[in-house]
């Protein structure tokens, strides 16, 4: 599987997701500055990571989104690649319209840094193929702008379809519905505020994270 991750000034999460993607592809991603027009020749997953792109200056992501390589991001997810938007990540996503909806600040209005419990509800991904629906797993959060949004249409449209991947099982941002994550309309775009990058070895405390990007190689394997 060829990877890449997108780096933007102010990524603090693009190493992590580096190191996930080497230990479970067994290859070193792409790291795509966010200046660079083009992506690699045939890449199969694009991560945009977490972090404070432009020190999260107007909205957080409402910079990066405009960064000449997300012309291209867009256009690969157009044409099925996979695409994973973590945390600010998601953010970028959702301010580049690949995603509905906005993540506005937490509900308590503090940073929220913790483990998490995920509920999985859509299995039938490339995502989410390596978990059970129903499952229950635990994920890191940190983020002070995860509280997910979205009028009572986009909802009812995203519970219709099965679009949401994964709901928190205790709400900590105040999120609409406690949506954790969610895909696009094709099914190749997740964007999620946890962070399942760290949590791929046991070292780490747990390996749930692990599954999702095992799930992705076998999914373009």
Known sequence: MKTAVIVFPGSNCDRDMAVALRDVTGQAPAMVWHRDTALPEGVDLIAVPGGFS????????????????????????????????????????????LL???????????????????????????????????????????HHDGNYFADDETLARLEGEGRIAFRYAENVNGSRHDIAGIVNDG????????HPERLIEAPQGGTDGRRMFEGLLAAVN
């Open 54 to 97: 432009y020190g999260d200056y107007l909205r957080s992501g409402a910079m990066a989104a405009r960064s000449p390589i997300m012309r291209a991001v867009v256009e690969a997810a157009g044409r099925g690649a996979a695409v994973l938007g973590v945390c600010n990540g998601f953010q970028i996503l959702t301010e580049a319209g």
């Open 100 to 142: 509905p909806g906005a993540l506005m600040r937490n509900a308590g209005l503090t940073f929220v840094c913790r483990d998490v419990t995920l509920k999985v509800e859509n299995n039938q991904t490339a995502f989410t193929h390596r978990y059970d629906n129903g499952e229950q797993i635990r994920v890191p959060v940190a």
């Open 187 to 194: 099914g190749n775009v997740l964007g999620m505020m946890p």
